[in-house]
């Protein structure tokens, strides 16, 4: 994982308290080769869920159109209460029994993930509000 490169306030009238803290982390996920469409069901069937429990809210998945990340790669951002709040969920999720015992299942046959980028962000004050 990269060390956090941006974070700052955001803009939200609705909830002042949290955007004075909210960030936002885009994470970039480079498959083992031939191991993407394993990586998507484990997020699809458990990891979002998980996200989810630990107070990581899901903001947007993709996959590139185009060769060669598009047979590697998962591009998501997650938004997190603050950036302490980011690393006390990131360990929570990491130390959850039932997130071992999912990653371990499917890395049965090999490790399916070689490399994460993380990059923590802040709206701008220009920046459409996201909900």
């Known amino acids: 994982m990269l060390p956090a490169s941006l974070w700052a306030a955001q803009k ?9 803290t909210s960030v936002y982390e885009l994470r970039v ?17 458990h990891t979002i869920k998980l996200f989810d429990r630990h107070g990581m809210k899901s903001v947007a998945y993709w996959t590139p159109l185009e060769e060669p990340e598009r047979s590697n790669t998962l591009i998501y951002i997650l938004q997190h209460p603050s950036r ?13 029994p039932e997130w071992k015992s999912v990653k371990d299942k499917s890395e049965a046959n090999g490790q399916l993930v070689e490399k ?9 004050d220009f920046s459409p509000q996201l909900r």
């Open 84 to 96: 302490d709040a980011a690393a006390a969920n990131w360990k929570s999720f990491q130390d959850d």
């Open 116 to 124: 994460v980028d993380s990059t923590y962000l802040a709206l701008t």
């Open 12 to 20: 939200d009238d609705a909830n002042p308290a949290q955007a004075a």
């Open 29 to 45: 996920y480079h498959a083992a080769p031939g191991k993407l469409t394993d990586l998507l069901s484990r997020f699809r069937e």
